[in-house]
């Protein structure tokens, strides 16, 4: 996903203002920790398939259909919590002949067996649905809009407000089911393109056509999308990987342009991470009325078919011009949010900071380093520093917008302690690699880049992501001595960090703690600099 709009000067006063008044942080709600929190009837059981079958009615604005849910559990047990929202109507349920019961909590759906489930066996069960979903969240989760020729165009994009809001399923980020098929029963003149491998699609007789895709890998449930419309399709291919792309016919002749820069994306990201995480399912770039999202394999587009984002120079620094931010930012996260995803919305930085790191390494891999780190620092104008990047667990807290900007920097910061690119790119590589198709928190980073660069980082890793404030380096110059004193201000009581300060032509590797050391200078203060475009750091000159 990415962060919506630049926040008004009003905005921001009024976020300081309520800052600064300190009010007590908002107590979350049932619903919150219905959501949020991994409760004993979601660990008691391992999510294994589902297949979502649908059938959309455009003009009503009605979906109908069931899932069928397949899942091993972990422990004994007679209740399993799945989500749907209140809006829609749970049918029935059942598991083989049986009809189950259940008991609806806000938009949790507790489901009672009448016999107990056993550890260590798989089971499946169908739940049928209906109903009128609601629009709502930033992209309205689920819309039935109409094109500019007056055809149904429907589109989701429920990532935040969850899943749920338009089918039943686990509603949460910590367990993902192995594979998915998604069978969509739609009007017979509109395409459905979902997640995964297009399979074929069925005449049902009936005036509607059902649309049958696999996805052979495991997925988030709120990358599962639907989009129903007056599709175009055309087809490319890069190695063995089968690139698809529709577009609305008056689109058309703009997005085969505009889409073309997939394939130099492609080619960036497999250069630093590895094969596309989703190769046997292809990768989809899709034309929808918002302006995109990371639907996996089926990245949804909605930047106007011009460079930068929404016709603007993203970053400012005249770099953002040169491609098109929306298919860059994401299909990033085919590998960072798809492949790698967090399993808590509260390490969302996983997918946000990392994929804002992503257009970063393309920038750098397109026109070099230089204009890499000049694209990566214009970010910081955008940095609050006013909450920490990681929220409490549980509560289905999603992170401030710094999870972006100042997650990328801060990716920035680390290969600048560690001090060597080619060891940079293979930890990069090899991080990705070791934690692809897995569900992981902050700690798993912490722990890997820690044993793979020998390196204690952790009290790096806990002042960027768990302190709002940035680390401060305090110089204090005795002139007459020719002696500089230097230290870290910092909330981890352990901080240390490599930093290069001198001048540009001349860098010296300082490794400040938080106690003072003094070092002799032949500089001025004012001639005495700090690489704060290679460190994401405040300095202070004393
Ligand atoms: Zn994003």
Same mark, same amino acid.
């Given at each position: 996903?990415?962060?919506?709009?630049?926040?008004?000067?009003?905005?921001?006063?009024?976020?300081?203002?309520?800052?600064?008044?300190?009010?007590?942080?908002?107590?979350?709600?049932?619903?919150?920790?219905?959501?949020?929190?991994?409760?004993?009837?979601?660990?008691?059981?391992?999510?294994?398939?589902?297949?979502?079958?649908?059938?959309?009615?455009?003009?009503?604005?009605?979906?109908?259909?069931?899932?069928?849910?397949?899942?091993?559990?972990?422990?004994?047990?007679?209740?399993?919590?799945?989500?749907?929202?209140?809006?829609?109507?749970?049918?029935?349920?059942?598991?083989?002949?049986?009809?189950?019961?259940?008991?609806?909590?806000?938009?949790?759906?507790?489901?009672?067996?009448?016999?107990?489930?056993?550890?260590?066996?798989?089971?499946?069960?169908?739940?049928?649905?209906?109903?009128?979903?609601?629009?709502?969240?930033?992209?309205?989760?689920?819309?039935?809009?109409?094109?500019?020729?007056?055809?149904?165009?429907?589109?989701?994009?429920?990532?935040?407000?969850?899943?749920?809001?338009?089918?039943?399923?686990?509603?949460?980020?910590?367990?993902?089911?192995?594979?998915?098929?998604?069978?969509?029963?739609?009007?017979?003149?509109?395409?459905?393109?979902?997640?995964?491998?297009?399979?074929?699609?069925?005449?049902?007789?009936?005036?509607?056509?059902?649309?049958?895709?696999?996805?052979?890998?495991?997925?988030?449930?709120?990358?599962?999308?639907?989009?129903?419309?007056?599709?175009?399709?055309?087809?490319?291919?890069?190695?063995?990987?089968?690139?698809?792309?529709?577009?609305?016919?008056?689109?058309?002749?703009?997005?085969?342009?505009?889409?073309?820069?997939?394939?130099?994306?492609?080619?960036?990201?497999?250069?630093?991470?590895?094969?596309?995480?989703?190769?046997?399912?292809?990768?989809?770039?899709?034309?929808?009325?918002?302006?995109?999202?990371?639907?996996?394999?089926?990245?949804? #587009?909605?930047? %106007?078919?011009? $460079?930068?984002?929404?016709?603007?120079?993203?970053? *400012?620094?005249?770099?953002? =011009?040169?491609? !098109?931010?929306?298919?860059?930012?994401?299909?990033?996260?085919?590998?960072?949010?798809?492949?790698?995803?967090?399993?808590?919305?509260?390490?969302?930085?996983?997918?946000?900071?990392?994929?804002?790191?992503?257009?970063?390494?393309?920038?750098?891999?397109?026109?070099?380093?230089?204009?890499?780190?000049?694209?990566?620092?214009? #970010?910081?104008? %955008?940095?609050? $520093?006013?909450?920490?990047?990681?929220?409490?667990? *549980?509560?289905?807290?999603? =992170?401030?917008? !710094?999870?972006?900007?100042?997650?990328?920097?801060?990716?920035?910061?680390?290969?600048?302690?560690?001090?060597?690119?080619?060891?940079?790119?293979?930890?990069?590589?090899?991080?990705?690699?070791?934690?692809?198709?897995?569900?992981?928190?902050?700690?798993?980073?912490?722990?890997?880049?820690?044993?793979?660069?020998?390196?204690?980082?952790?009290?790096?890793?806990?002042?960027?992501?768990?302190?709002?404030?940035?680390?401060?380096?305090?110089?204090?110059?005795?002139?007459?001595?020719?002696?500089?004193?230097?230290?870290?201000?910092?909330?981890?009581?352990?901080?240390?960090?490599?930093?290069?300060?001198?001048?540009?032509?001349?860098?010296?590797?300082?490794?400040?703690?938080?106690?003072?050391?003094?070092?002799?200078?032949?500089?001025?203060?004012?001639?005495?600099?700090?690489?704060?475009?290679?460190?994401?750091?405040?300095?202070?000159?004393?």
């Amino acid at each position: 996903m990415i962060f919506s709009q630049l926040p008004t000067v009003a905005a921001l006063i009024a976020a300081v203002t309520a800052l600064s008044a300190q009010p007590p942080a908002a107590t979350p709600t049932r619903a919150d920790i219905l959501r949020g929190a991994y409760g004993p009837y979601r660990a008691n059981n391992d999510l294994l398939f589902y297949h979502l079958d649908v059938r959309v009615d455009p003009e009503k604005k009605f979906l109908s259909g069931k899932v069928t849910i397949r899942f091993k559990m972990l422990q004994d047990a007679t209740r399993i919590q799945l989500d749907l929202h209140a809006a829609l109507h749970v049918d029935k349920i059942v598991l083989g002949d049986t009809t189950l019961k259940y008991e609806r909590d806000s938009g949790a759906v507790f489901v009672d067996f009448p016999e107990t489930l056993r550890a260590g066996r798989t089971y499946s069960i169908e739940f049928y649905y209906s109903g009128n979903p609601v629009e709502t969240g930033r992209f309205g989760a689920i819309t039935f809009k109409k094109d500019p020729a007056g055809h149904p165009w429907i589109n989701t994009a429920c990532e935040g407000t969850g899943a749920s809001v338009w089918w039943p399923n686990k509603d949460q980020w910590r367990d993902e089911v192995e594979s998915m098929e998604i069978s969509v029963s739609i009007p017979h003149d509109l395409v459905d393109v979902s997640n995964g491998k297009f399979m074929g699609k069925t005449d049902l007789g009936d005036g509607y056509t059902r649309w049958d895709w696999l996805v052979q890998y495991p997925i988030n449930n709120y990358d599962v999308s639907l989009n129903i419309g007056n599709y175009q399709h055309w087809a490319d291919r890069l190695g063995d990987l089968p690139l698809d792309f529709y577009a609305l016919p008056e689109n058309l002749e703009k997005a085969k342009k505009q889409f073309a820069q997939a394939k130099g994306m492609l080619e960036a990201y497999q250069h630093y991470f590895g094969e596309y995480p989703f190769q046997k399912d292809g990768y989809k770039l899709i034309e929808a009325p918002y302006s995109g999202m990371e639907h996996q394999s089926a990245v949804t #587009y909605g930047n %106007r078919f011009a $460079n930068g984002y929404l016709e603007r120079d993203w970053t *400012g620094v005249g770099i953002s =011009p040169r491609f !098109d931010f929306i298919i860059i930012h994401e299909s990033g996260h085919e590998w960072f949010g798809n492949s790698i995803t967090a399993a808590d919305v509260s390490d969302m930085w996983i997918h946000e900071g990392f994929t804002t790191y992503l257009e970063c390494l393309y920038v750098e891999y397109m026109w070099g380093r230089d204009d890499g780190l000049k694209y990566t620092n214009g #970010y910081k104008s %955008r940095v609050r $520093n006013l909450q920490p990047i990681i929220t409490p667990r *549980g509560i289905n807290k999603e =992170p401030p917008q !710094d999870q972006y900007f100042k997650g990328a920097l801060f990716l920035n910061t680390l290969r600048s302690v560690v001090n060597d690119d080619a060891r940079w790119w293979t930890l990069l590589h090899d991080f990705y690699q070791h934690f692809k198709y897995q569900n992981i928190m902050t700690e798993d980073v912490v722990r890997y880049f820690n044993q793979q660069t020998g390196m204690n980082l952790t009290p790096v890793f806990d002042q960027y992501l768990r302190h709002p404030t940035l680390p401060a380096l305090e110089l204090k110059w005795d002139e007459a001595a020719g002696t500089v004193a230097y230290r870290w201000k910092a909330d981890e009581p352990g901080f240390q960090m490599p930093i290069r300060v001198g001048t540009k032509d001349h860098w010296q590797i300082l490794q400040p703690t938080v106690e003072w050391q003094t070092m002799k200078t032949p500089l001025k203060k004012a001639e005495f600099e700090v690489a704060t475009d290679l460190y994401f750091v405040t300095v202070s000159k004393l």
